[in-house]
């Protein structure tokens, strides 16, 4: 069964510093794609980042870099100098045949000034 | 260049009644997927749209059924309203073949049940 994980529910980080949100996902399929979404209290899914399974390199879009760990099946997305826009609702998903998106549950990242 | 747009943006229905919700993928995209966000959870996958038929569905009832339009545009239609139906209603657009590139997604529809 193709499932994502996120085990932090809620998050707080200082502004101006680098924070780390959990994923891990699970699949049989050899060829799948991660990406992180950000969604703020107005409801729109923002992209942020795609990985690849194939991709060797993590994936890196501005502040944002997610780190690819194939064997431990974990794609944690890591936000560097954090701004207090930053504050929202984070989403893991994955993607494999066809466009299927499967979520996580999400992690709620408060960003303190 | 116009992104997903969807329509209405928020909806109130009583238990019973059917509700249609619609959406316009962003210009150039051609399959749409349908969403299910209940409070607090992430979107769950409804179904997904190409060449207007019906191509992926998740473990969504009969009651959830949807279209497509030759001009891409697609429709979310849910008959005999439950409480628990009461979700934001996001719609997503890419096109077809692409499926390692990002998927764009809509402001959403809010439905809540009475």
């Known amino acids: 069964a193709q499932k994502i994980t996120q085990t932090q529910p809620g998050m707080f980080v200082q502004e101006k510093e680098a924070v780390t949100l959990d994923c891990t996902y699970d699949t049989s399929d050899q060829s799948y794609g991660l990406f992180w979404y950000k969604q703020p209290s107005s409801g729109e899914m923002i992209f942020l980042i795609y990985?690849?399974?194939?991709?060797?390199q993590n994936a890196t879009e501005g502040r944002y870099s997610l780190n690819f760990q194939k064997a431990r099946k974990s794609a944690n997305l890591v936000i560097s100098a954090s701004q207090l826009g930053d504050s929202a609702m984070y989403f893991c998903?994955?993607?494999?045949?066809?466009?299927?998106?499967?979520f996580g549950a999400g992690t709620r990242l408060f960003v303190k000034a | 260049d116009a992104g997903v747009t969807q329509s209405p943006t928020h909806l109130i229905k009583t238990r019973g009644q059917q509700v249609t919700l619609r959406c316009s993928p962003k210009s150039g995209h051609d399959t749409v997927s349908w969403y299910q966000q209940a409070l607090g959870q992430g979107p769950q996958f409804i179904f997904q749209y190409y060449e207007e038929e019906e191509r992926q569905r998740g473990n969504f009832p009969d009651r959830f059924s949807g279209h497509q339009f030759p001009n891409y545009s697609s429709e979310l239609n849910v008959n005999a309203l439950l409480l628990g139906d009461s979700a934001l209603y996001l719609c997503?657009?890419?096109?077809?073949?692409?499926?390692?590139?990002?998927?764009?997604f809509g402001p959403g529809t809010r439905l809540t049940v009475l």
């Open positions: 997503a657009s890419i096109v077809w073949g692409s499926w390692a590139n990002e998927q764009f």
């Open positions: 998903a994955m993607r494999t045949g066809g466009f299927k998106t499967i």
């Open positions: 990985q690849g399974s194939y991709d060797e």
